[in-house]
């Protein structure tokens, strides 16, 4: 093998994410409380992850660290071997554009635009060329199957449905990570694996690294890795 090709395969081989020595707490009053406890963890590029854990436990607000929402107490998250706290705000903000998409419990769509605008949107602000913005929202909500539902408003679609609209956006930028907190939580359980069958082809046809916040352990199963937030850590389960 070529000198390049070890140096790519060596590439590829490294982390996507490096999670190191994450602390986090808040105080309340005069007292610190301390949420996440000296967290270490890898992702790998393409990898889709599971995470559980009782409420309170810490898991949103590690996702919230992850996506770079909310600063660390102590720790590095390394993306690409680059420690991203390191950045400046602008820097921080700008690459959590480029590299990261949400998706919520609730799915914060813009009620008086359509299922194409609202997955426009984010495009837009980025200033993408409105045809280029639009062209990728048609496509990825045909992906999610709301091709037909394109001037749809958010009200004369359903839960579900509103989800697929949720996450299309969430892609529209093309990350490379998408997080998501409790995708399905405010949904049945038939459509909630719906929603979680649509994670898995979204990862394979894509192939963006996927770390998903549930309390449904049944759905938390059929990822390929699984995890479990208890007393501030993280823990693999088999």
């Given at each position: 093998?070529?000198?390049?090709?070890?140096?790519?395969a060596?590439?590829t081989?490294?982390?996507?994410?490096?999670?190191?020595g994450?602390?986090?707490?808040?105080?309340?009053?005069?007292?610190?409380?301390?949420?996440?406890?000296?967290?270490?963890?890898?992702?790998?590029?393409?990898?889709?992850?599971s995470?559980?854990?009782?409420s309170?436990?810490?898991?949103?607000?590690?996702?919230h660290?992850?996506?770079?929402?909310?600063?660390?107490?102590?720790?590095?998250?390394?993306?690409?071997?680059?420690?991203?706290y390191a950045?400046?705000r602008?820097?921080?903000?700008?690459?959590?554009?480029q590299?990261?998409?949400?998706?919520?419990?609730?799915?914060?769509?813009?009620?008086?635009?359509?299922?194409l605008?609202?997955?426009?949107?984010?495009?837009?602000?980025?200033?993408?060329?409105?045809?280029?913005?639009?062209?990728?929202a048609?496509?990825?909500?045909?992906?999610?199957?709301?091709?037909?539902?394109?001037?749809?408003?958010?009200?004369?679609?359903s839960?579900?449905?509103?989800?697929?609209?949720?996450?299309?956006?969430?892609?529209?930028?093309?990350?490379?990570?998408?997080?998501?907190?409790?995708p399905?939580?405010?949904?049945?359980?038939?459509?909630?694996?719906?929603?979680h069958?649509?994670?898995?082809?979204?990862?394979?046809?894509?192939?963006?690294?996927?770390?998903?916040?549930?309390?449904?352990d049944?759905?938390?199963?059929?990822?390929?890795r699984?995890?479990?937030?208890?007393?501030?850590?993280?823990?693999?389960?088999?």
């Amino acid at each position: 093998m070529s000198e390049a090709a070890l140096r790519a395969a060596a590439e590829t081989a490294k982390p996507f994410v490096q999670v190191r020595g994450l602390r986090k707490s808040f105080r309340i009053e005069k007292t610190e409380v301390p949420v996440l406890k000296g967290i270490d963890a890898d992702f790998q590029r393409g990898e889709r992850v599971s995470i559980v854990g009782a409420s309170g436990a810490g898991k949103s607000t590690f996702l919230h660290i992850l996506g770079t929402i909310d600063a660390p107490s102590s720790g590095s998250v390394f993306f690409d071997g680059e420690n991203v706290y390191a950045k400046s705000r602008s820097a921080l903000a700008a690459f959590r554009n480029q590299t990261i998409g949400f998706v919520f419990q609730f799915h914060h769509l813009l009620p008086e635009f359509t299922a194409l605008e609202n997955v426009m949107m984010p495009a837009l602000i980025q200033r993408c060329p409105r045809a280029d913005a639009e062209s990728r929202a048609r496509e990825l909500l045909g992906v999610v199957g709301l091709g037909e539902r394109l001037v749809h408003k958010p009200g004369e679609l359903s839960g579900g449905e509103q989800q697929r609209v949720a996450l299309a956006r969430a892609l529209v930028l093309r990350p490379r990570l998408v997080l998501a907190d409790e995708p399905t939580g405010n949904l049945d359980s038939r459509t909630s694996e719906g929603i979680h069958e649509l994670f898995g082809q979204l990862n394979e046809r894509y192939g963006i690294t996927m770390v998903i916040v549930t309390h449904n352990d049944a759905l938390a199963r059929r990822m390929p890795r699984r995890l479990r937030m208890r007393d501030g850590m993280l823990e693999s389960e088999a």
